[in-house]
């Protein structure tokens, strides 16, 4: 895949007042500039978020009726009853209103769907087991709901109140809830990048906050802090942008994930593997794949109970199942997502093919989201990838800038049995014989979107720089600008008229990934291109993309330059 360049404008007498104010490096300036920062105020809470600054939680839509629907739920000693979802953002949301709400004095019950027999969210069939199982006047959707217009309307004609606790796109018309607290819901558009993570803890904190108003036991001293790790692990897993509220829950939480005492995060750091301090790429591939691993396959539950666990004896045999269905996971994917991609190899058109919908029977439903990820990202095309047996199949959906899949689908609302999601990623549930007329509609409906240049991956680059600037003192202070995510990518530039200092190496068991050595005439650095195997290398003077990073290895420290891309030098 090339890559369009994109460089950012360079604003110098903005960056060097900005850096003279704040007394940081014109570099990082810029980079804060990229990002949208221009007012020293906002940098100083950008560079240092703090708890205290999140937003009063009553400002998020119907939150004033949730909280009064849940303390009439206490006060009459009804059984609430969490209905979560199976990824880790549901699975985390829940374990989290079931450590606040308990101790705080609700009954509460907990319902996970399973996948395969009841698909996502409010699902008819989800709802009704969910009421056979419990004798409840109160759920409370968490991760889902937002669409689930004709299963809320059939609890409530059984006299059955739903609380929904949701950050996905709302049907028109919405659900009647008692209480749709989804920041979609509002025309001021606030706290939008809030997973459902976010919004448990938001709700937490309203809760706390009404219960100290009323001087009832045990709310003064409720701490909602230990609940941050939790919250960690659904906003960076989930893949909403790390801004806003966001960077300051996700920071703070990744500073508890580091000193957590909670028995199955422990267990899952050990089964894992994880070095220390745990990071984003910690979350995003090593301890979020396994929370999602048992979703995936069949029940969250062994996750639930795993974050649930009161001790190691208990949290250690639940990790390595959860490890032991990841590795499973994944061979799954591997087999699909070499099915698909050589099928689309040899039917592909990039002139005229802008959406890919693909589709087999008996293709796994728990990985077909992973498998849209990896085929976007072979063909930079929105991409919806459908499995399941025979009748109703499943799909999951991956999305490109300016391209809103929630919306596409929408349109599509005629073919389909079931759908949801944001603009970036969606679900859907098909009948096989629409499979055809959903890929004409959404290439129809993708034509009249995107544009040619659209379709081309853009490599987003903050400056371009001379080798010597990276230093292990700019690096450390471009570590102020983590954790890094959706919306506040990580820093990455461009150096020009490089050379090889040094014959480049062919590395890895496969020699699938190269390590050279460049130099502008400056100063040389190490470069290391992963899965470079069947790429063409740089030769003669050249350009070249990278991230810096420091790597550290055998107790030393040297700077690195992960490559991303190259171009002959002009």
Same mark, same amino acid.
């Given at each position: 895949?090339?890559?369009?360049?994109?460089?950012?404008?360079?604003?110098?007498?903005?960056?060097?007042?900005?850096?003279?104010?704040?007394?940081?490096?014109?570099?990082?300036?810029?980079?804060?500039?990229?990002?949208?920062?221009?007012?020293?105020?906002?940098?100083?809470?950008?560079?240092?978020?703090?708890?205290?600054?999140?937003?009063?939680?009553?400002?998020?839509?119907d939150m004033e009726k949730a909280v009064d629907r849940l303390f009439r739920a206490r006060?009459?000693?009804?059984?609430?009853?969490?209905?979560?979802?199976?990824?880790?953002?549901?699975?985390?949301?829940?374990?989290?209103?079931?450590?606040?709400?308990?101790?705080?004095?609700?009954?509460?019950?907990?319902?996970l769907p399973n996948r395969m027999e009841e698909g996502y969210g409010l699902s008819p069939?989800?709802?009704?087991?969910?009421?056979?199982?419990?004798?409840?006047?109160?759920?409370?959707?968490?991760?889902?709901?937002?669409?689930?217009?004709?299963?809320?309307?059939?609890?409530?004609?059984?006299?059955?109140?739903?609380?929904?606790?949701?950050?996905?796109?709302?049907?028109?018309?919405?659900?009647?809830?008692?209480?749709?607290?989804?920041?979609?819901?509002?025309?001021?558009? /606030?706290?939008? !990048?809030?997973?459902?993570?976010? %919004? @448990?803890?938001? &709700?937490?904190? #309203? +809760?706390?906050?009404?219960? =100290?108003?009323?001087?009832?036991?045990?709310?003064?001293?409720?701490?909602?802090?230990?609940?941050?790790?939790?919250?960690?692990?659904?906003?960076?897993?989930?893949?909403?942008?790390?801004?806003?509220?966001?960077?300051?829950?996700?920071?703070?939480?990744?500073?508890?994930?580091?000193?957590?005492?909670?028995?199955?995060?422990?267990?899952?750091?050990?089964?894992?593997?994880?070095?220390?301090?745990?990071?984003?790429?910690?979350?995003?591939?090593?301890?979020?794949?396994?929370?999602?691993?048992?979703?995936?396959?069949? /029940?969250?539950? !062994?996750?639930?109970?795993?974050? %649930? @666990?009161?001790? &190691?004896?208990? #949290? +250690?045999?639940?990790?390595? =199942?959860?490890?032991?269905?990841?590795?499973?996971?994944?061979?799954?994917?591997?087999?699909?997502?070499?099915?698909?991609?050589?099928?689309?190899?040899?039917?592909?058109?990039?002139?005229?093919?802008?959406?890919?919908?693909?589709?087999?029977?008996?293709?796994?439903?728990?990985?077909?989201?992973?498998?849209?990820?990896?085929?976007?990202?072979?063909?930079?095309?929105?991409?919806?990838?459908?499995?399941?047996?025979?009748?109703?199949?499943?799909?999951?959906?991956?999305?490109?800038?300016?391209?809103?899949?929630?919306?596409?689908?929408? !349109?599509?609302?005629?073919?389909?049995?079931?759908?949801?999601?944001?603009?970036?990623?969606?679900?859907?549930?098909?009948?096989?014989?629409?499979?055809?007329?959903?890929?004409?509609?959404?290439?129809?409906?993708?034509?009249?979107?995107?544009?040619?240049?659209?379709?081309?991956?853009?490599?987003?680059?903050?400056?371009?720089?001379?080798?010597?600037?990276?230093?292990?003192?700019?690096?450390?202070?471009?570590?102020?600008?983590?954790?890094?995510?959706?919306?506040?990518?990580?820093?990455?530039?461009?150096?020009?008229?490089?050379?090889?200092?040094?014959?480049?190496?062919?590395?890895?068991?496969?020699?699938?990934?190269?390590?050279?050595?460049?130099?502008?005439?400056?100063?040389?650095?190490?470069?290391?291109?992963?899965?470079?195997?069947?790429?063409?290398?740089?030769?003669?003077?050249?350009?070249?993309?990278?991230?810096?990073?420091?790597?550290?290895?055998?107790?030393?420290?040297?700077?690195?330059?992960?490559?991303?891309?190259?171009?002959?030098?002009?």
């Amino acid at each position: 895949m090339k890559y369009t360049w994109s460089l950012a404008p360079t604003q110098p007498l903005l960056a060097g007042r900005l850096a003279t104010s704040l007394g940081i490096s014109p570099l990082l300036a810029q980079c804060l500039l990229n990002r949208g920062f221009s007012e020293v105020p906002a940098i100083e809470n950008f560079l240092a978020p703090r708890l205290k600054h999140l937003a009063d939680p009553f400002l998020l839509p119907d939150m004033e009726k949730a909280v009064d629907r849940l303390f009439r739920a206490r006060e009459q000693n009804e059984t609430v009853v969490i209905f979560g979802d199976y990824d880790v953002d549901g699975v985390t949301s829940t374990t989290l209103l079931l450590q606040v709400l308990r101790p705080l004095g609700w009954r509460v019950e907990f319902y996970l769907p399973n996948r395969m027999e009841e698909g996502y969210g409010l699902s008819p069939g989800g709802v009704e087991n969910c009421l056979k199982k419990f004798s409840t006047t109160l759920l409370l959707a968490v991760d889902c709901g937002s669409t689930a217009v004709e299963p809320i309307a059939g609890a409530r004609e059984r006299g059955v109140d739903v609380i929904v606790l949701d950050h996905h796109q709302i049907s028109q018309p919405a659900p009647e809830a008692v209480a749709l607290v989804n920041p979609q819901a509002s025309a001021k558009h /606030t706290h939008t !990048e809030l997973c459902s993570a976010g %919004l @448990a803890f938001k &709700l937490a904190h #309203a +809760l706390v906050k009404r219960g =100290r108003e009323k001087n009832l036991p045990g709310m003064e001293e409720f701490d909602l802090k230990p609940l941050l790790d939790l919250v960690a692990l659904g906003t960076i897993a989930d893949l909403v942008p790390l801004s806003g509220e966001n960077r300051i829950l996700a920071s703070a939480g990744l500073r508890q994930l580091n000193v957590t005492q909670r028995p199955g995060i422990m267990a899952l750091k050990k089964v894992a593997q994880t070095h220390e301090p745990v990071g984003v790429y910690e979350v995003g591939f090593q301890l979020g794949p396994r929370l999602n691993a048992s979703g995936r396959l069949e /029940t969250a539950e !062994e996750s639930l109970r795993l974050l %649930l @666990a009161q001790n &190691l004896e208990t #949290a +250690l045999p639940l990790a390595e =199942r959860l490890d032991s269905r990841n590795r499973e996971r994944q061979k799954i994917e591997k087999t699909i997502v070499r099915e698909a991609v050589a099928t689309l190899r040899m039917k592909f058109d990039p002139t005229n093919h802008f959406v890919i919908v693909e589709g087999q029977l008996l293709w796994h439903i728990g990985v077909v989201g992973i498998v849209a990820s990896r085929v976007l990202h072979e063909f930079y095309r929105p991409t919806i990838i459908i499995g399941g047996e025979n009748g109703e199949m499943r799909g999951s959906g991956r999305s490109i800038a300016g391209f809103d899949l929630a919306a596409a689908l929408r !349109e599509c609302d005629h073919l389909l049995v079931r759908h949801g999601g944001h603009a970036m990623a969606a679900g859907l549930s098909i009948l096989p014989d629409k499979i055809d007329l959903l890929r004409e509609k959404l290439n129809e409906l993708a034509r009249r979107t995107l544009k040619p240049d659209d379709l081309k991956p853009s490599l987003n680059l903050d400056a371009e720089v001379g080798l010597d600037e990276m230093t292990f003192e700019s690096l450390g202070e471009l570590e102020k600008l983590k954790p890094h995510g959706q919306g506040n990518p990580a820093t990455q530039f461009c150096a020009r008229n490089l050379s090889h200092a040094k014959p480049v190496q062919r590395i890895g068991a496969d020699k699938q990934h190269v390590k050279m050595r460049v130099t502008d005439g400056a100063a040389t650095h190490e470069a290391v291109w992963w899965n470079s195997g069947e790429k063409s290398l740089p030769v003669g003077k050249f350009d070249l993309a990278f991230a810096p990073q420091i790597n550290a290895f055998n107790g030393s420290r040297m700077i690195q330059l992960k490559v991303l891309d190259w171009r002959p030098a002009e």
